[in-house]
């Protein structure tokens, strides 16, 4: 074939997939007017008004499925199974399966009129070959073609013949130009991207509890909401009742990360920081950082179950209750067998009091169908159990409690504190909790802060729970108070992302939201900030209460640039985690470490400089530099936005390097590292994080020395 034959074969190829992609998305465009016409006409059709607001919410749910953004590419793969295209294949069947046929990959599932698909969804088992099949293992794929798009138009498509042992790997310039493509905004979805590795783990069972450590590039977090996506896909009725949970370590990255499940139509993911999930009081306190640090472990939990159980009393008195012309009486035996009965079945304590309760008005039942030959009602029942002598036995051995009223308990009364940690808690960090001094008597009367430079921060007990300003350390406990007393919702899966700064009572709280579920846990041992933060998976995973999940390593990246990942990885001695190196594919990056006379002039400039190539521009520094550098650039008229601002037009964001985790750019500009480390006891973790956000070019901008391991 001569070349001129073959370019206008590859033309001819190139128009017949445009034409495809433009019946597709009016196909699409058709299932959402259909879904669309239902949802405006549901009322009319359903039965009762339970039924309609049913199928309501269900319609309006499919109509937000099948949005389609013309911005991006409806489909991004094919795979050409051999035998003829005529005899398609639903995509649903069991993968082991012979399928034949020819089949376009992309975000969601589309049919034409009758019901044939045009584009299988990226999840669908047959779709599984796309990233998983090589010229060693075809799958039964002849060929796998990509395609290069450009703001949703089609523009290329380059093919691998498996069939004949061709496979571009990591070679393939669609693949390349799609990972290395400048962004700006919220994070993509990487569905066309997926490695196997990758592949592997999004695709792992419901059942399954999986911690990736991930370095900085690896895209671990993306691997979780991809997982997200893909049970909802698998067990969507399951899911829907138990839902899914996103766990991010702030707002900032939430609001980076939201746009990708609705990218791939679940708009139905809940997201929250884990202050969200445990938020019943408000926080109005800083807590000074050593008491935070005794209030995050691990101790606690066991000093708030014994505060609890301390409450549990001893029947004194029989009681005695009046019943019209009748009084019915309960000895002590009987009521110390309920109190015992009801104490050893391990229940939420506010369960375990109504079951005392219930049974003691059980044994009231049985003398008054004695005597009456015939079974009370329920409102005889009721009235039994809000009768005086019963609440007033109530209130004497199984008292209500509230989580505030138990924490404020707790934290204002050093006698029950004592009882509760006693050896758990020494005498010092008991006196922490409770805002005094250590001294070398014991616990001194007098508060801490104002002495030997504490600060005048931490939790202010009021007079009532109510008028107590609590910290973000209080509200930890209050939440492990509350799973003593009741038992809270839970969620058939969780994803947890930057996992390495969660505390071990933190920890606790997302275990008692996915106890009956699994979870997806992600993070970086080398990214760990908090004073608190994890070194050893293992830990953090046993106080998730699945101490049973595989950790698996994700150290190959296709995001950041090799040059910025070596640069990065020579703190990794000084950092005290065992991790694997990170190692990067990519080697067009850029690294400029310069020393400047004027940081803020050299920021402006480099930022001038940065604004000069496509992609977003992350200027970071400590945090008590960023208002002085964001009035900088103002007043240079550079255009700048927050961490949290992820729709802004603005291509350049300022960020405090204490927001900066799980964020990427394609241009950093990283300011005073020297401030960066200083600002905090783990602050070379700190700027390991700081380093790992560039994803094209990083520009190091310092006046004092770098930290020994950078020199």
């Not at 019946?23 to 309609?52: H, K, N, P, Q």
């Not at 089949?103 to 599932?109: E, F």
């Not at 190959?556 to 991790?579: C, E, K, M, Q, W």
């Not at 700027?687 to 994803?695: F, G, P, Q, S, W």
Request: charged share 25%; proline share 6%; glycine share 8%.
């Amino acid at each position: 074939m001569t070349l001129h034959a073959q370019a206008q074969t590859l033309d001819d190829e190139l128009g017949a997939e445009r034409a495809h992609l433009d019946t597709s998305r009016a196909a699409l465009r058709r299932m959402r007017e259909r879904a669309e016409a239902l949802f405006a006409t549901g009322d009319t059709v359903a039965g009762d008004a339970y039924t309609a607001e049913q199928l309501g919410r269900h319609m309006a749910r499919r109509v937000a499925e099948l949005a389609d953004d013309p911005t991006t590419p409806l489909f991004f793969g094919r795979l050409d199974f051999g035998g003829s295209a005529d005899n398609r294949h639903s995509g649903a069947a069991d993968p082991d399966d012979e399928v034949v046929g020819i089949y376009h990959v992309g975000r969601r599932h589309v049919t034409d009129e009758a019901g044939e698909p045009l584009v299988l969804d990226w999840r669908a088992p047959i779709s599984r070959s796309f990233y998983r099949a090589s010229a060693r293992d075809p799958q039964g794929v002849a060929v796998r073609r990509r395609f290069g798009f450009s703001s949703g138009a089609l523009t290329s498509f380059e093919d691998e013949h498996l069939d004949r042992g061709e496979e571009l790997g990591t070679a393939s310039r669609i693949l390349t130009a799609e990972i290395e493509r400048p962004r700006v905004g919220p994070m993509r979805d990487i569905v066309a991207t997926i490695q196997p590795e990758q592949d592997e783990l999004v695709r792992a069972d419901l059942a399954d509890s999986i911690c990736v450590q991930g370095a900085p590039g690896t895209g671990k977090t993306a691997v979780g909401l991809h997982r997200a996506a893909y049970l909802l896909y698998l067990h969507r009725e399951r899911l829907r009742r138990s839902g899914v949970l996103i766990v991010g370590p702030n707002r900032a990255f939430l609001s980076y990360i939201a746009a990708v499940l609705p990218a791939l139509g679940e708009v139905e993911v809940a997201q929250a920081t884990v202050e969200d999930l445990i938020a019943r009081v408000p926080v109005r306190a800083v807590e000074d950082p050593a008491v935070a640090t005794v209030k995050h472990d691990a101790r606690m939990a066991e000093v708030l179950r014994r505060a609890v159980d301390a409450h549990i009393g001893t029947p004194t008195e029989p009681i005695m209750v009046s019943d019209g012309s009748f009084r019915w009486r309960i000895g002590l035996d009987p009521l110390h067998r309920v109190v015992e009965e009801t104490r050893r079945e391990g229940l939420p304590y506010a369960t375990g009091r109504e079951r005392v309760r219930a049974r003691v008005v059980g044994l009231l039942q049985r003398q008054a169908e004695a005597r009456r030959a015939e079974s009370p009602g329920d409102p005889w029942l009721r009235r039994m159990g809000k009768a005086k002598p019963v609440t007033g036995f109530l209130d004497a051995v199984w008292p209500a409690l509230t989580p505030e009223g138990l924490v404020h308990t707790l934290l204002g009364d050093p006698d029950a504190l004592a009882v509760a940690a006693e050896g758990l808690l020494t005498a010092d960090e008991q006196a922490l909790l409770q805002g005094r001094r250590p001294d070398d008597d014991g616990a001194s009367d007098e508060p801490a802060a104002g002495r030997r430079g504490v600060p005048a921060t931490g939790t202010k007990l009021g007079r009532t729970p109510k008028a107590t300003r609590w910290t973000a350390a209080d509200a930890v406990l209050i939440d492990e108070a509350a799973g003593l007393l009741e038992r809270p919702a839970g969620f058939g899966h969780v994803v947890v992302d930057e996992a390495q700064d969660l505390s071990p009572m933190q920890c606790r709280a997302i275990a008692r939201r996915s106890e009956h579920g699994s979870i997806t846990l992600l993070g970086d041992l080398a990214q760990g900030t908090a004073p608190w933060a994890a070194r050893d998976w293992r830990e953090s995973l046993a106080h998730l209460g699945k101490p049973d999940a595989v950790v698996v390593p994700l150290s190959i990246g296709f995001r950041v640039p090799a040059a910025v990942v070596a640069f990065a990885n020579r703190l990794l001695p000084v950092l005290a985690v065992d991790v694997p190196p990170a190692q990067s594919l990519r080697h067009d990056g850029t690294l400029d470490v310069r020393t400047v006379e004027d940081l803020v002039a050299a920021a402006v400039a480099e930022v001038r400089a940065a604004l000069a190539h496509d992609g977003s521009v992350g200027v970071i520094a400590a945090d008590d530099t960023v208002d002085r550098l964001r009035a900088a650039l103002h007043a240079a008229g550079v255009e700048t936005a927050t961490a949290d601002e992820v729709e802004t037009a603005a291509r350049v964001t300022v960020v405090p390097a204490t927001l900066v985790k799980g964020l990427e750019y394609d241009h950093v500009v990283v300011v005073e590292p020297a401030a960066i480390v200083a600002a905090e006891p783990r602050g070379l973790h700190r700027l390991y994080v700081v380093l790992t956000r560039a994803v094209s070019r990083l520009s190091v901008l310092h006046t004092a020395p770098l930290p020994d391991p950078l020199g």
